[in-house]
């Protein structure tokens, strides 16, 4: 996590967070670790496809401590875990205020109009309310057969799901044999009914 700011007159107010900084990155530096597939169906508490309508930073207080965060909101297509509204907002630790800009490594970042499935656990709580940072948020993308393709946070097609969590293996596939959207959604929706009480 980094603090950057072009104004000398913000850097009295380094010192003033330098232990939250100092704390929150000792943090980050150990909890993004690539879930598994199994992981991430289990750990979620809302799993959503939705599209970006809008992103904006702001300061908020947590613990008696000032932050930036992006509030990123979503349009919900569809739910396959858990329960949401018409639209979903997430809030992410980090953003540019001003000239005062705060990076959190492996925060996953989102433009305007984008498609995704994501893997929400502790919205507002957790500094990144995707499991695993970008590693639960996954793009979709048009293909050449015009399928939704389903893309992993390094721009990858998903081939298999029991790849997640695993080392990267040379060759991956491209996009045309990646999973669809609609194969990757029922293989969530497959998962969440074999953890689901019976």
């Not at 979903?88 to 205020?97: E, R």
């Amino acid at each position: 996590m980094l603090y950057r700011t072009k104004s000398p007159e913000v850097r009295t107010f380094f010192a003033a967070i330098a232990f939250l900084v100092l704390a929150a990155s000792r943090v980050f530096a150990t909890s993004v670790i690539a879930p598994s597939f199994d992981d991430l169906v289990t750990r979620a508490d809302l799993i959503f496809t939705g599209q970006v309508i809008s992103q904006h930073s702001e300061w908020r207080e947590t613990d008696g401590k000032r932050s930036i965060v992006t509030i990123v909101k979503f349009g919900v297509e569809q739910v396959h875990k858990g329960r949401a509204g018409v639209t979903v907002k997430l809030q992410f630790l980090g953003g540019a205020i001003g000239a005062v800009t705060l990076d959190v490594s492996d925060m996953p970042k989102f433009s305007q109009g984008e498609r995704v499935v994501l893997f929400v656990e502790k919205n507002s709580v957790n500094a990144s309310p995707l499991i695993g940072f970008y590693h639960g948020k996954f793009s979709l993308r048009k293909d050449a057969s015009g399928r939704d393709a389903v893309l992993k946070h390094d721009g990858q097609a998903l081939v298999d799901v029991a790849e997640l969590g695993r080392s990267k293996r040379a060759g991956a596939g491209a996009i045309q044999s990646g999973l669809s959207h609609e194969e990757f959604a029922a293989k969530v929706r497959e998962r969440v009914s074999q953890r689901s009480p019976k």
